[in-house]
């Protein structure tokens, strides 16, 4: 048993396009005897010892029958593995449920899908998932300790902490998508022009000059103090000797804690002597140069939350502590505690589990203990200096009985260091007292501070703090998306995409769009390649100045990690045909048509599909969405567009030569196709069906009819704005047509344009691509016979995995099928055969380029077009 691939679905995906966060392994299981559990009668047992929890597993979604039954009763071993994966998770703290097994095409393969939080622990649970399993077979002892503190350790690393995951939950419950920037806490809230970021409890609005100050003890003291506000006496030092002088003013008890540190690191409380007050300056000042020394004030601990400016929330933190029953160890004592199932790993659950550190030793120490002292019956000890929640700490909610005094303090200290989001913490006797009367102090201003004891207090009503923030960030009908229009099919999809970014553009949007050639941004090119993938996408819905995007997905983009977003306003579909078929394992027409499917699916639900109804495939999606649907048609007496309309739905259709929009029984037409630049007057009828798509998505968006027919007409086909997309290029004496047309559907829709030329003979440059299946190879090469007077072979730089002969073969078998008696050259390099046909050309001829390397094609001919025009110019020169 082994996995042979494995891919990490980042959004809507092949599998689903509600659980966008999953793992997708394809297993191998190779020559186990039996593919069931009943092959090996004690596996039941020996998964329910090594995991307990596994049998509250549904054996499938929404069946009672739970997996242990299951699998005594005979699962296959792919399933067990799909619920190991799963509780690993789970018993690191990382809740996953979802999950399903499907047959693979190939003996003995099988595809596992299991959902994720956190994408590195779910790779790495589906490894360790295989791992025990295979134990489990063959009767092994398996220790799972390693691989669950392997995936809490992940978890820590890279899982949102508290804090971060209620705000981007309360986001989400408003649907504000977001994007993780890193592996850590940094959040972008929105898209384009409309997003916020957040890192913890510090938003994009959150003034670094406040941080500073919160950052320095002393200045916010100061500060505070200035304004009236109760602080404790004390000073700060920076040397043995100046902790000795201020020690001869200040009263005991007294606390030290560094004068930049935070989460209570370094700082030592309650301290009665000279001695213990040296030793806390050294604690300090391993984490500052400066040591605050002030007065210890006696009371609770508390944490007061603002918020916009608002008083939000209050806590009492109470140190980590155990209570003495008279015959158990401290440590003992300690891990009981621990076994409190609130208590995790890090920030894994409610509470942090306690551990007895050096802080913690050194208390025991001061007290004349041990670890394996045993604390008298009813006797309480405190484990740590402070409060923090992170140390083993709890909270008690107290909200509702703070003082207005204390709020108004609060509120003030907030306004005062200039915070957006702002922690205050208190020491007072009682909370519900002014600070004044009590003589508390405030201790501490902190940026960025933890919302843990807010949101899940270990006593108390829990509060939403996260709402606030929301609030701020995106105040009711501040928007937080752009729109955003995605384009798929097998042929016509990147025309289509950058003729609606034009027409977008041309309204006056700041456009970022993805193409196969590249990722643009207000139309300039920031990189280039084949950029159709999720990553393209995050690309453009990053950045700060793009208000609108149109994005083109592809086949493999959307089967290696899914959709790039989680809803659209508009999807497009042009076609489905043969393409990449046997690839990523899609192999049938239907399987490639559920890929494409993925984006109507994911369009919102206010939003519309624009299909294609004279493709069955395309036209069948229609029953799946959830969203409003529009279809476009070549035919206006298409029945399924007649019917579509007659129910008061949205069209457009090619009637009569124009581009028309149907609504209802109102005809509204567009243009004229032969005046729009990219029909070649009307001969190119694939891109009359672009055009369609796009006015659909025009006029769904709400542009006026003359703005839509205006950026028709100003969408010039050229190497520069449509490179690869017939690109025509006219010499003296023939023409060349360059496009990036590489399967049968494309070379069929360019041979259907060039039947209606009157050209004297037709030279096709064509080449098989390697990772596709022969016989699609074989079907290229009939097309190309039937197109063609001559045919000139060239390969592909990468081959992809086949030899020149497989490829040239399965190329020439085609062609002779069709057309024997055509002249076929092989010439392997491109370039070698473009300057051969080029140089070769005869009068009146159409040489068609179908290309790999766009710009070098576009280039050669450019260059050889200035030499035949210099040459013409010289001869009618001489000739005068």
């Known amino acids: 048993m082994k996995i042979i691939d494995l891919r990490i679905m980042r959004g809507p995906n092949y599998w689903s396009v509600i659980h966008t966060k999953l793992i997708v392994i394809k297993l191998a299981l190779e020559d186990l005897q039996g593919t069931l559990t009943t092959s090996f009668p004690q596996l039941p047992y020996r998964l329910q010892k090594l995991m307990p929890g596994i049998s509250r597993h549904r054996a499938e979604e929404g069946e009672e029958q739970t997996i242990y039954k299951a699998i005594e009763q005979g699962m296959p071993l792919e399933q067990v593995v799909q619920h190991v994966a799963l509780e690993l998770q789970r018993l690191a703290g990382m809740e996953s449920r979802y999950g399903f097994c499907k047959p693979a095409q190939g003996e003995g393969l099988q595809f596992v899908v299991f959902e994720y939080q956190e994408e590195r622990a779910g790779e790495y649970a589906a490894y360790a998932a295989v791992r025990i399993a295979q134990a489990l077979v063959k009767g092994e002892n398996y220790k799972l300790a390693p691989d669950v503190a392997r995936l809490h350790q992940i978890r820590e690393d890279e899982y949102f902490g508290p804090s971060t995951f209620s705000i981007v939950s309360e986001a989400v419950s408003r649907g504000i998508p977001y994007i993780r920037l890193n592996c850590h806490s940094l959040i972008q809230l929105g898209y384009g022009v409309n997003q916020k970021r957040l890192q913890a409890t510090m938003t994009s609005g959150t003034a670094c000059f406040a941080v500073e100050i919160a950052g320095d003890k002393k200045a916010t003291k100061e500060m505070l103090?200035?304004?009236?506000v109760p602080v404790a006496r004390g000073a700060t030092v920076y040397s043995q000797e100046e902790l000795k002088n201020v020690l001869g003013w200040l009263r005991y008890p007294i606390v030290t804690k560094p004068l930049d540190g935070n989460h209570g690191k370094g700082a030592t409380i309650n301290i009665t002597n000279s001695k213990d007050a040296s030793k806390g300056f050294t604690d300090a000042r391993r984490f500052s140069d400066g040591v605050m020394v002030e007065e210890y004030i006696e009371g609770n601990d508390f944490r007061l939350l603002v918020i916009n400016g608002k008083f939000v929330a209050a806590a009492m933190r109470t140190p980590a502590m155990i209570t003495g029953d008279g015959f158990s160890t401290?440590?003992?004592?300690?891990?009981?505690?621990?076994?409190?199932?609130?208590?995790?790993?890090?920030?894994?659950?409610?509470?942090?589990?306690?551990?007895?550190?050096?802080?913690?030793?050194?208390?025991?120490?001061?007290?004349?203990?041990?670890?394996?002292?045993?604390?008298?019956?009813?006797?309480?000890?405190?484990?740590?200096?402070?409060?923090?929640?992170?140390?083993?700490?709890?909270?008690?909610?107290?909200?509702?009985?703070?003082?207005?005094?204390?709020?108004?303090?609060?509120?003030?200290?907030?306004?005062?260091?200039?915070?957006?989001?702002?922690?205050?913490?208190?020491?007072?006797?009682?909370?519900?007292?002014?600070?004044?009367?009590?003589?508390?102090?405030?201790?501490?201003?902190?940026?960025?501070?933890?919302?843990?004891?807010?949101?899940?207090?270990?006593?108390?009503l829990a509060r939403n703090v996260a709402e606030p923030v929301i609030d701020m960030l995106f105040p009711h009908g501040k928007p937080s998306r752009i729109p955003i229009i995605a384009v798929t099919g097998t042929n016509g999809k990147t025309t289509t995409t950058r003729l609606v970014a034009h027409m977008v553009r041309s309204k006056g949007y700041q456009v970022g769009y993805t193409t196969t050639d590249g990722i643009y941004i207000q139309d300039k090119l920031l990189e280039k390649g084949d950029t159709t993938g999720s990553y393209s996408t995050e690309f453009v819905l990053k950045d700060p100045t793009v208000n609108f995007a149109v994005l083109e997905c592809a086949r493999g983009g959307l089967l290696r990690s899914g959709l790039g977003f989680q809803?659209?306003?508009?999807?497009?579909?042009?076609?489905?045909?043969?393409?990449?078929?046997?690839?990523?394992?899609?192999?049938?027409?239907?399987?490639?048509?559920?890929?494409?499917?993925?984006?109507?699916?994911?369009?919102s639900k206010e939003g519309f599909a624009i299909l294609n109804a004279d493709d069955d495939l395309v036209y069948a999606m229609a029953k799946e969405v959830q969203c409003r649907v529009a279809f476009f048609s070549m035919d206006e007496n298409n029945p399924r567009i007649l019917k579509h309309i007659a129910k008061g739905g949205l069209a457009a259709v090619f009637e009569n030569g124009y581009i028309s929009i149907f609504k209802n029984s109102y005809k509204i037409r567009i243009d004229r196709v032969a005046d729009v630049p990219l029909t070649f007057g009307g001969r190119a009828r694939f891109n009359i069906e672009n055009v369609l798509a796009a006015a659909l998505a025009g006029y769904i968006s709400h542009f006026d009819i003359e703005d839509i027919k205006t950026a028709l007409r100003t969408f010039i086909p050229s190497p520069a704005k449509t490179p690869g997309r017939?690109?025509?290029?006219?010499?003296?004496?023939?023409?060349?047509?360059?496009?990036?047309?590489?399967?049968?559907?494309?070379?069929?829709?360019?041979?259907?344009?060039?039947?209606?030329?009157?050209?004297?003979?037709?030279?096709?440059?064509?080449?098989?691509?390697?990772?596709?299946?022969?016989?699609?190879?074989?079907?290229?090469?009939?097309?190309?016979?039937?197109?063609?007077?001559?045919?000139?072979?060239?390969?592909?730089?990468?081959?992809?995995?086949?030899?020149?002969?497989?490829?040239?073969?399965?190329?020439?078998?085609?062609?002779?099928?069709?057309?024997?008696?055509?002249?076929?050259?092989?010439?392997?390099?491109?370039?070698?055969?473009i300057a051969y046909a080029l140089e070769n050309a005869e009068e009146g001829a159409m040489i068609a380029i179908f290309t790999e390397d766009v710009a070098e094609s576009v280039k050669m001919v450019e260059n050889f077009k200035v030499l035949e025009d210099r040459k013409e110019f010289i001869e009618q020169d001489v000739a005068s």
Do not use: W
Not at 225 to 228: D, F, L, P, T, V
Not at 436 to 459: C, D, Q, W
Not at 573 to 599: F, P, W
Not at 726 to 755: C, I, Q, T, W
């Open 330 to 460: 401290i440590k003992q004592l300690v891990d009981r505690e621990n076994k409190d199932p609130r208590r995790g790993i890090g920030h894994e659950k409610v509470l942090t589990q306690i551990s007895i550190d050096k802080q913690t030793r050194r208390i025991l120490r001061t007290k004349g203990l041990t670890a394996q002292s045993v604390l008298p019956a009813g006797e309480v000890l405190y484990l740590k200096s402070t409060a923090n929640i992170s140390t083993g700490g709890t909270a008690t909610d107290v909200t509702d009985l703070v003082d207005p005094y204390n709020i108004l303090m609060a509120e003030r200290i907030a306004g005062l260091i200039g915070l957006d989001i702002c922690g205050i913490d208190v020491m007072t006797t009682d909370i519900a007292i002014p600070l004044n009367e009590t003589k508390g102090a405030v201790l501490e201003v902190n940026a960025a501070p933890g919302f843990r004891m807010h949101i899940s207090p270990t006593y108390g």
């Open 225 to 228: 103090e200035q304004a009236g």
């Open 567 to 603: 809803q659209c306003d508009i999807g497009i579909v042009t076609n489905v045909s043969s393409d990449h078929l046997g690839l990523n394992d899609i192999h049938t027409l239907e399987e490639l048509a559920r890929v494409k499917a993925v984006i109507p699916k994911s369009v």
């Open 726 to 833: 017939m690109n025509l290029f006219r010499f003296p004496k023939f023409e060349v047509l360059v496009d990036y047309a590489h399967n049968v559907g494309g070379l069929k829709a360019v041979g259907e344009f060039m039947s209606d030329l009157p050209v004297s003979r037709k030279i096709g440059i064509v080449a098989g691509v390697g990772d596709r299946r022969p016989q699609d190879i074989y079907e290229l090469g009939k097309v190309a016979g039937d197109v063609f007077d001559e045919i000139i072979i060239r390969l592909d730089n990468d081959l992809r995995g086949k030899t020149p002969e497989e490829i040239v073969n399965q190329l020439m078998l085609g062609i002779e099928e069709v057309a024997a008696h055509k002249p076929v050259k092989v010439i392997p390099e491109e370039m070698r055969a």
